[in-house]
Antibody
Framework: QVQLQESGPGLVMPLETLSLTCTVS????????WSWMRQPPEKGLEWIGY???????RYNPSLKSRVTISVDSSKNQFSLKLSSVTAADTAVYYC????????????WGQGTLVTVSS | QSVLTQPPSASGTPGQRVTISCSGS????????VNWYQQLPGTAPKLLIY???QRPSGVPDRFSGSKSGTSASLAISGLQSENEADYYC???????????FGGGTKLTVL
C-alpha cells in the first residue's frame, strides 16, 4: 500500500527557510492531490496546503505569503518550503495523500519535528 | 482558536459509549463533509471516519459518525483502553478555501 515519508533538517535558524520533502512509495504520485499539515507541540493540527501532481496548488490563507509546495513526479516526491520562519513554526510536519472534493487525508507520513532556534 | 469547535476532553469507562461533538458553520460543516482522525500518543493521525459516516477498511464498527446541519459527532461504543487518543474533526471551508480542523478532543478511558 501507499506509504509516505517526510525528510529534511530538524533544526532551522530563525528567518531562514524550512525545507521538507515527502517521498511516496508503493504507488504513483500521479492523479492524486497531496497535502502538508503541521502540529505545534501539545497543540492541534493545521493544514498548510496541497498540490496536485500536475503542479496546481492551494495554500492556507494564513501561511500563503510564506509557503511554496512543489512536486517532482520523476522522483515520486513533493516538497514544502516555508520562508522567514520563527519559533511559532516549530512543529511536527506531516505529509498525506489528499482526496479531492471530500478532502480527507489518508495515508499520513509518520511526521518530522522541525525546531526553529538559533 | 480553531474554526471547528470540539470539547477539549472527554472520558468514559470501559464498555461505555461516548460521543465527541464538532461544531462549525454554514461555510464548512454546513456545506461540506466531515472527516475524523484518531491520533494515538506519539503517532501520526489516522483517518477514522470519512464523508461524515463512512469507515475505512479496518476501522471497527464501534466507531460511527454523523452530521446534522452545522454540527457533527463521533460516537465510540464499547469503549476500550486502546481508544485513549486525541480525536480531530476536519472539513473544507468554502470561505477560507482550505481545510479546517477542530482543536482536538483528548479521550480518557477511566
Amino acid at each position: 500500500q501507499v506509504q509516505l515519508q517526510e525528510s529534511g533538517p530538524g533544526l532551522v535558524m530563525p528567518l531562514e527557510t524550512l525545507s521538507l520533502t515527502c517521498t511516496v512509495s508503493g504507488g504513483s504520485i500521479s492523479s492524486y492531490y497531496w497535502s502538508w499539515m503541521r502540529q505545534p507541540p501539545e497543540k492541534g493540527l493545521e493544514w498548510i496546503g496541497y498540490i496536485y501532481y500536475s503542479g496546481r496548488t492551494r495554500y492556507n490563507p494564513s501561511l500563503k505569503s510564506r509557503v511554496t509546495i512543489s512536486v517532482d513526479s520523476s522522483k515520486n516526491q513533493f516538497s514544502l518550503k516555508l520562508s522567514s520562519v520563527t519559533a511559532a513554526d516549530t512543529a511536527v510536519y506531516y505529509c498525506a495523500r489528499h482526496t479531492q472534493f471530500y478532502n480527507w487525508f489518508d495515508p499520513w507520513g509518520q511526521g518530522t519535528l522541525v525546531t526553529v532556534s538559533s | 482558536q480553531s474554526v471547528l469547535t470540539q470539547p477539549p476532553s472527554a472520558s468514559g469507562t470501559p464498555g461505555q459509549r461516548v460521543t465527541i461533538s464538532c461544531s462549525g458553520s454554514s461555510s464548512n460543516i454546513g456545506s461540506n463533509s466531515v472527516n475524523w482522525y484518531q491520533q494515538l500518543p506519539g503517532t501520526a493521525p489516522k483517518l477514522l471516519i470519512y464523508s461524515n459516516n463512512q469507515r475505512p477498511s479496518g476501522v471497527p464498527d464501534r466507531f460511527s459518525g454523523s452530521k446534522s446541519g452545522t454540527s457533527a459527532s463521533l460516537a465510540i461504543s464499547g469503549l476500550q483502553s486502546e481508544n485513549e487518543a486525541d480525536y480531530y474533526c476536519a472539513a473544507w471551508d468554502d470561505s477560507l478555501n482550505g481545510v479546517v480542523f477542530g482543536g482536538g478532543t483528548k479521550l480518557t478511558v477511566l
